[in-house]
């Protein structure tokens, strides 16, 4: 099992930027693929951005696509999402997610993945 924690979330002014950052303690996140999703007041939860096990393949909803960008670092065992000109629509609480060990790609399906962070809140103001 893993534990996965985010960070970095925040209220901010549209048009502003924040970093997400998400840490995967417990088991190597190293060889599976991982996503960002996102859940709006009253809304499903939504895919955000995914990242293969070594970063060769990323994907992104096509309401972030050019403005959020999502990388990792797997020395590190962390998961980032830059996001950039941000929107009073993109206010939802963001969580991290990882598949199972060995499922290298990313999957847009959130129950593809096993373990998923707590939540992280950005609220972004108009």
């Known amino acids: 099992q893993v534990q996965l924690v985010e960070s970095g979330g925040g209220s901010v002014q549209a048009g502003d930027s924040l970093r997400l950052s998400c840490v995967a303690r417990?088991?190597?996140?190293?060889?599976?693929?991982m996503a960002w999703f996102r859940q709006a007041p009253g809304k499903a939860r939504e895919f955000v951005a995914g990242?293969?096990?070594?970063?060769?393949?990323?994907g992104y909803a096509d309401s972030v696509k050019g403005r959020f960008t999502i990388s990792r670092n797997n020395a590190q065992n962390t998961v980032l999402l830059q996001m950039g000109s941000l929107k009073p629509e993109d206010t939802a609480v963001y969580y991290c997610?990882?598949?199972?060990?060995?499922?290298?790609?990313?999957?847009?399906?959130?129950?593809?993945?096993?373990?998923w962070g707590q939540g992280t809140q950005v609220t972004v103001s108009s």
């Open positions: 997610a990882i598949r199972w060990a060995l499922l290298r790609g990313y999957s847009t399906e959130e129950q593809e993945y096993t373990d």
């Open positions: 417990g088991r190597t996140q190293s060889t599976s693929g």
């Open positions: 990242i293969s096990w070594n970063g060769g393949d990323t």
